[in-house]
């Protein structure tokens, strides 16, 4: 599995941003190769998503799509407090 790590703060609640996620994957999840994802509130205010994807194929496809910037920068974007750090790389069951 390969996927991404994001860590940023925030505008708003955590809660609007995994609810647009619900959303996304409700919507479109299934056909990007999506597996999962996780939200997480930090203790000093910042949030960390990590999203899984079946293949890094699967998980560029979605990056280079010109519908997935529109919605990241018209949906999620506008709650976010500044640039996120993004940290790509494969995943390993323990």
Do not use: C, N
Not at 9 to 21: L, P, Y
Request: cysteine-free; overall charge negative; proline content about 3%.
């Amino acid at each position: 599995m390969y996927g991404t790590v994001m860590i940023v703060r925030t505008k708003d609640a955590v809660g609007s941003i995994a609810e647009a996620g619900r959303k996304w994957v409700a919507e479109r999840g299934h056909s990007a190769g999506h597996v999962d994802q996780w939200v997480m509130k930090a203790d000093d205010g910042r949030m960390v998503m990590a999203v899984r994807f079946e293949s890094k194929d699967a998980y560029l496809k979605l990056a280079d799509d010109p519908s997935q910037d529109e919605w990241w920068r018209t949906v999620v974007q506008p709650h976010l407090d500044g640039e996120p750090e993004w940290i790509d790389g494969e995943w390993e069951t323990l």
